[in-house]
């Protein structure tokens, strides 16, 4: 996907087996910019995307600890010597990738070793973030892991500002995370989803982990896990469509 206005640059490529959608997002081209879950090889199309831009990235966003998500997020943080963002719940994870996707899936990872980046910031539940001249919110959402966070800025456009989602795993077009691995949990993800997200405007538009953008208005309409959600109880697998 591709969102340039002229204000705002927001742009991105699908990565790796899982397809984990890898976002960057400046000001414009020839700025400095953010880099959003940098998962399994997205080093050479991520360098790719900045050349053409002309971007110098400054900082990593992870929404949340995931291999597929986190794969490639120390090297490239410790190449450009910039820090990488992760709430602290899901912070072992950069480390011990295992943590959060149990035995059966841990042979994905073979003979690799993971190491954390030079530079961790621990995000903190409802701060606000500033780099490369973006605002970010954080907001918390356990449920797909227990460190799972929603970042949020106002993108400005000629007709006023729109609100951006970066969901990660936390909600989908047409789903939700999955919640079958450790640290998931059905209940407080859609509890998460309720508190966290649907409170944002209709035309808020969702940047997911995986799979295409959609809006909040749209998944309110049409989402099968949230409807009659109240944050508390709704029917619907324990399972969601994407990742890990």
Known sequence: MEWDNGLMLITGFPAGAFQTNCYVLSEGAGADAVVVDPGQDAIAPLRQLLTE?????????LTHGHLDHTWTAQPIADEFGIPVYIHPADR?????PGLGIGRALAAMIGDETFVEPGKVVEFA???AVTLAGITFGVDLAPGHTQGSVVLTTDVPTEDGDVTVALAGDVLFQGSIGR???PGGNHQQLLASIAERLLPLPDDTVVLPGHGPTTTIGQERATNPFLQGLTGTDTPGSTKGRYGL
């Open 125 to 127: 539940d409802r701060e």
């Open 92 to 96: 072992p994870m950069l480390a011990d």
């Open 179 to 181: 919640t079958d691995l």
């Open 53 to 61: 831009h002309r971007l110098n990235p400054v900082a990593i966003l």
